[in-house]
């Protein structure tokens, strides 16, 4: 930490937008820090303090839920947050350990989603956008920012907006590590339609941690979108999703374990958000 050279407090968004791109690439925001504390590069000289902007909050929208960049995932862990985006509820009661929750904050999670990041894949699964602002303010959903690379240089979050599950839509989300609150190995998030309660018509399945960034695939039910719901079905969806990822190597597995564990905790997210659907199986 002896490269941070000074630490400010903004005091709006307009302040810290412009401090940002008044320091340049030797400046981070930061919030809960988390993330920024330990993987920033060694040129980062100023940290600039969004927490204190007004860009925490939840709130109701309807047809999705609205969370300003800087809530700490803790005040995630509630019963509102469970009824209304239960898969994001799921991924963060695994996700590290209470006392980093209290500091982490849900922008975090997403600036460092090509880090381990279990929200990151719920969000991917599920079709949230991002609310960013720079010159200008712009939207963006979390795939899209997967396809284009991060945010450029000053952008800044301000809120995660997520659709609700809709009527025939069920979630499923599983994840592989040491231990409950490790950093996965796998994990993987699904979003599941079922039509007339015997076909899957649409899947989204958010795969992490197998390789260097999450994985998105929505083109999986294209092959079985006619098949009755079966656990066969099921199992050539998740070794489908396996084929389709390029599994990494490092030294908490090796590529032939997370090939495997792909497989099988994609099956599982299947199976849960199927059957949350309202599925009825053939076998």
Known sequence: MKHFRQF???????EA?????TVGAKSLYIAGGTTVVPMARESVEVL??????????????DGSISIGATTR?????????????????????????????????????LAGIYLPSDAGVALLALGAELELRGDEERVVTVDDL????????????????????????GWGFSKFGRSDIDIALVNVGAVASVTDGSRISELRLAIGQSSSRPVLLTDLAEGTATEAISHDVIRRLADSAS???????DFRASAAYRKH????????????????????FED
């Open 17 to 21: 937008i412009g401090l940002r791109k």
């Open 48 to 61: 600039i303090d969004i927490s204190h902007l007004g860009l925490d909050g939840i709130s109701d929208q």
């Open 243 to 249: 084929e389709r990822v390029k599994v990494k190597s």
């Open 73 to 109: 995932l803790s005040s995630l862990l509630s019963p509102d947050i469970k009824a209304a985006v239960p898969m994001l509820f799921e991924a963060l009661s695994h996700c590290a350990t209470p006392l980093i929750r209290n500091m982490a904050t849900l922008g975090g999670s």
């Open 146 to 169: 997967l396809a284009g690379g991060w945010l450029g240089g000053y952008e800044l979050i301000r809120n995660v907006r997520i659709p609700k599950i809709g009527k025939g839509q």
């Open 261 to 280: 564990l792909v497989s099988v905790l994609a099956a599982r997210s299947i199976l849960a958000a199927a059957r949350e659907a309202g599925a009825r």
């Open 8 to 14: 400010v407090v903004a005091g709006t968004v307009d």
